[in-house]
């Protein structure tokens, strides 16, 4: 295990620089932030103090081994937008991107229990039910079902607010509570389906029809020995799931005007901020990564045969 987890961090290095690197050249197609900076009415020599201020004027191969080198040792520079340390603006919306992720997650992992239920009785009412239900959910768009819901919910019933953010405070569940709604029904039904289908494909297999033969509950056979098989393919999901809302929801978060890494990634790509891209990146390639290694670990928990050498 020691030794997967020596290569598995080894990889992750490797994927690591050669995205920072892609993106550097990404970006600076893009054109010049500069020129976006200083607007419509600046004059040339506004606009060359300022290359020269952010370093802009020497040649593409210098700023690359700069970048690099500032890559490698931690240093992002300092956002050519918001003149603040660009890890500093990253750190900062991280724990607002986290606290959506992981509300909208708990919503989703509802589809389990709703999935274990479908799958009981194969072909029954509720089986129908659950299937048609998670078609429908999975097929509507993220972004017209958080305008509903902003519609709906906020301008016509005041229920909630429309957008904004008050911090992770008491008064703050107030303004999350919609975004996660919007991001949650997808992953809710994804997670019923994924369910349903694994735990009815356990429930076909020999050592089920074993258990019920010795005189066991449908409920032990169920949640004992079905369950612990299927939960392979549904911890996947669920890791799968968790990193991709921590990638930062961007449509759902600009909508919302929620400030986490995904507004802050897309107001940074439109602007050309490089510092703040590459901060953005990392930390969400970092935090990808993390719950996939978490996720391996499971596996083995969860099946001693699985060994990673």
């Known amino acids: 295990m020691?030794?997967?987890?020596?290569?598995?961090?080894?990889?992750?290095?490797?994927?690591?620089?050669?995205?920072m690197a892609m993106l550097f050249f990404a970006v600076n197609v893009l054109g010049d932030p500069v020129e976006l900076l200083a607007g419509d009415d600046a004059?040339?020599?506004?606009?060359?103090?300022?290359?020269?201020?952010?370093?802009?004027?020497?040649?593409?191969?210098?700023?690359?081994?700069d970048f690099f080198f500032n890559f490698l040792t931690g240093d992002f520079d300092r956002s050519i937008r918001y003149s603040v340390e660009a890890k500093t603006l990253v750190w900062d919306r991280l724990p607002n991107t986290a606290a959506l992720a992981v509300v909208a997650w708990s919503i989703g992992m509802l589809g389990i229990p709703i999935g274990m239920l479908a799958a009981r009785r194969p072909r029954g009412m509720m089986d129908r039910t659950v299937n048609i239900l998670s078609f429908a959910v999975i097929s509507i768009p993220?972004?017209?079902?958080?305008?509903?819901?902003?519609?709906?919910?906020?301008?016509?019933?005041?229920?909630?607010?429309?957008?904004?953010?008050?911090?992770l405070g008491p008064e703050g569940w107030k303004y999350i509570i919609l975004p996660a709604m919007a991001l949650s029904p997808r992953v809710l039904g994804?997670?019923?389906?994924?369910?349903?289908?694994?735990?009815?494909?356990?429930?076909?297999?020999?050592?089920?029809?074993?258990?019920?033969?010795?005189?066991?509950?449908?409920?032990?056979?169920?949640?004992?020995?079905?369950?612990k098989n299927a939960s392979i393919s549904i911890v996947t999901l669920m890791g799968d799931e968790l990193a991709g809302f921590m990638n930062g929801a961007t449509?759902?978060?600009?909508?919302?005007?929620?400030?986490?890494?995904g507004k802050l990634l897309i107001d940074a790509?439109?602007?050309r901020d490089l510092p703040v891209v590459t901060a953005s990146v990392f930390v969400i390639a970092?935090?990808?990564?993390?719950?996939?290694?978490?996720?391996?670990?499971?596996?083995?928990?969860?099946?001693?045969?699985?060994?990673?050498?």
């Open 43 to 65: 004059t040339q020599e506004v606009i060359d103090a300022m290359r020269r201020k952010y370093g802009l004027d020497r040649p593409m191969y210098v700023r690359f081994g």
């Open 251 to 261: 449509i759902t978060e600009t909508i919302f005007a929620w400030p986490g890494l």
């Open 269 to 271: 790509i439109n602007s």
């Open 190 to 227: 994804r997670n019923a389906q994924i369910t349903r289908a694994t735990m009815i494909d356990e429930l076909g297999k020999q050592y089920v029809a074993t258990a019920r033969s010795k005189g066991l509950t449908e409920n032990t056979v169920l949640y004992t020995h079905v369950l």
């Open 286 to 309: 970092l935090m990808v990564m993390l719950i996939n290694l978490i996720v391996d670990l499971i596996y083995t928990w969860l099946d001693p045969r699985i060994s990673y050498r």
């Open 2 to 19: 020691r030794n997967y987890m020596i290569r598995r961090l080894g990889h992750s290095v490797f994927i690591v620089m050669g995205l």
């Open 142 to 167: 993220d972004f017209w079902l958080a305008l509903m819901m902003m519609l709906i919910l906020a301008v016509q019933f005041n229920l909630l607010p429309t957008s904004g953010f008050v911090g």
